[in-house]
């Protein structure tokens, strides 16, 4: 990363990074679960991008698809907690509603502490820790 890069030049692009890949990551449905998922991946990195892949092969897609789940995530809010040049924590708060088969939705709000590193000028998401 170029010397001229200031950390509050960081901080927009971060922030945008974990809101779009927090949205990716707790958006989908039925019928394109595979597909709305396992390209998420492609946004991690390290362990978590393991961790969360196994849990999408073994756990989400199986669910989602038995079950009828519809899952939509939207981010009212997120702020940089630290930024340098090659790693960043954002807080992102969360409106997630979730529908299984014919069941009411349910409306669930959290917040999400979402670490990232720069890795070959990209920010990938690290680890994605609800608080």
Known sequence: MPNSVRHWQLEPESVRVATEGTVAMLSYSPET??????????????????????LVNDVVIPGAREQQIFSTA?????????????????????????VIGGDPPTDTASSIKVALERIDGRWLISDFAPI
């Open 33 to 54: 679960v595979d597909t709305d998922l396992l390209p998420v991946r492609d946004r991690l990195t390290g362990d978590f991008r393991d961790s969360f892949t196994t």
């Open 74 to 98: 939207t981010v009212p809010a997120a702020s940089s907690i630290s930024a340098d040049s090659t790693h960043a924590t954002v807080l992102v708060y969360v409106n997630q509603t979730t």
